[in-house]
């Protein structure tokens, strides 16, 4: 591995290193010995820059965050809410990463906190009182966190011969007797793992119920 030269390493260089080991091995295989030996340096030397495992991750996450485009400011409010959703889970399904970094660390980075007053603002001129559009908010954010996520896991299994084969012999193990409704909605379960169509359905009902209470 060739050494990173002489006063070029930087933020920037570590942030973009970090997040391709990420991406290669995921998130819970990085470490910071493993990015500095990806430069050629010392594990030290990024210490200069960021002063832990954490903190990294936090700048990898504001990386990534900072791709999101801004929130539609010409649309009605629904869209604008599954525009903000849709943009984010898109991300997610590029950078995977993204997933578990937001999982682990859901509080923190400055971009969260961008996209964050870009929803609840969204919210708060709809009209929503600051507990419901708070309520949302997390509901909102929460849905697209796990429903991304699961996508995420289902079609890393469905790449994965051996764990589509594993789960296909559960299904095909159960009892139709014991799972009746299981087994006969078996094909809409498998159609229903992921993708924009089941993702939307998902959106729309949360977007239904809310409409509801919009106020007056």
């Given at each position: 591995m060739a050494?990173?030269?002489r006063?070029?390493l930087s933020?920037?260089?570590?942030?973009r290193t970090?997040?391709e080991?990420m991406?290669?091995k995921g998130a819970d295989?990085?470490?910071?010995?493993?990015?500095?030996?990806?430069?050629?340096?010392g594990?030290?030397?990024l210490?200069?820059?960021f002063?832990s495992k954490d903190?990294?991750?936090?700048a990898?996450?504001?990386?990534?965050?900072?791709l999101l485009?801004?929130?539609p400011?010409?649309?009605?409010?629904p869209?604008?809410?599954?525009?903000?959703c849709?943009?984010?889970?898109l991300l997610?399904?590029q950078?995977?990463?993204?997933?578990?970094?937001l999982?682990s660390?859901?509080l923190?980075?400055h971009?969260?906190?961008?996209?964050?007053?870009?929803?609840?603002?969204v919210?708060r001129n709809?009209?929503?009182d600051?507990?419901t559009?708070?309520r949302?908010h997390t509901?909102?954010f929460?849905?697209?966190?796990?429903?991304?996520?699961w996508?995420?896991?289902?079609?890393a299994?469905?790449?994965d011969?051996e764990a589509w084969?594993r789960?296909r012999?559960?299904m095909?193990?159960?009892?139709a007797?014991e799972?009746?409704t299981?087994?006969e909605?078996?094909?809409?379960?498998?159609?229903?793992?992921?993708?924009?169509?089941q993702?939307d359905y998902g959106?729309?009902?949360?977007?239904?119920?809310?409409?509801?209470?919009?106020?007056?």
């Amino acid at each position: 591995m060739a050494r990173t030269p002489r006063n070029t390493l930087s933020p920037e260089l570590i942030v973009r290193t970090a997040l391709e080991l990420m991406e290669a091995k995921g998130a819970d295989a990085f470490s910071l010995r493993g990015v500095a030996a990806e430069l050629g340096v010392g594990p030290m030397a990024l210490y200069t820059y960021f002063r832990s495992k954490d903190d990294l991750y936090d700048a990898v996450r504001n990386h990534l965050m900072a791709l999101l485009p801004a929130v539609p400011s010409n649309a009605p409010w629904p869209d604008q809410v599954r525009a903000v959703c849709r943009s984010l889970r898109l991300l997610m399904l590029q950078h995977p990463c993204l997933a578990q970094l937001l999982a682990s660390r859901p509080l923190s980075g400055h971009e969260t906190a961008r996209v964050a007053e870009g929803l609840l603002g969204v919210l708060r001129n709809a009209g929503f009182d600051p507990e419901t559009a708070a309520r949302t908010h997390t509901t909102l954010f929460t849905y697209v966190l796990g429903a991304t996520s699961w996508e995420i896991q289902m079609a890393a299994e469905r790449r994965d011969p051996e764990a589509w084969r594993r789960l296909r012999m559960t299904m095909e193990s159960l009892s139709a007797r014991e799972f009746p409704t299981v087994v006969e909605l078996a094909p809409e379960l498998a159609r229903t793992t992921g993708g924009d169509e089941q993702f939307d359905y998902g959106l729309d009902l949360l977007l239904a119920g809310l409409q509801v209470r919009t106020p007056s």
